[in-house]
């Protein structure tokens, strides 16, 4: 893949001169395709749901209102994630069992993050949080505070847990990686499923590489 086709959305004024400014960096058109929508809020997130789920895009990514909570709309939520560079921070819910909420994080690490037997903690340890590979966090309100605190208001807010991929970023500085990071998940994607779909052309040359070194 060249390009990420990515639906952005905003929801003010601030979210348009967010987007206006950040691709006054040329290097952005070489790295995604974007779709912008003329309407704002929640109606431009239902554009950009539809232009998905029709196959014109592969990712969205929503700029919130300024003073709204930094993770993504009700209607595009699986399990919410934060990113900050290596900190990973997901958030449990009542809604599913912990025992499959748990699997979800774990087979999101290994699909989109390309990470394998991850190790996940219950709450963030801001002095030593590159031991481990995420966070799924039981008390929301404490983690997003640890979260904002750690991060600076940096870092981009992720959804996972369904085919969707949905980027939000906390700051005008978190824009690019909220591109980027969209980007990767959708390389570590295709990487992961085409590993699975043909599993036998792998085998086979594992099989083959095994002999050469009997010989």
Known sequence: MDTLKIGITHADQRGADT???AFEDILLDEICTKTLYESEGEAA???ALNDWEQGNTDAILVIPAEGEEKLNPACLRGLDMMIWGDLRMAFANEEEEPEEQMEMLRLALARDFDIHHPRIVPELDAENYKTYDAVL???REQGLKDFMQLSQGNGVAY???RELICTSPFSKESFHESIYLAKDIF???ERYDSARTNPLPKLFVERREDNRKKQ
């Open 187 to 189: 390389i570590n994607r």
């Open 19 to 21: 987007i206006a400014e």
């Open 45 to 47: 997130v239902e554009e």
């Open 137 to 139: 966090a039981t008390d």
């Open 159 to 161: 959804t996972t847990g």
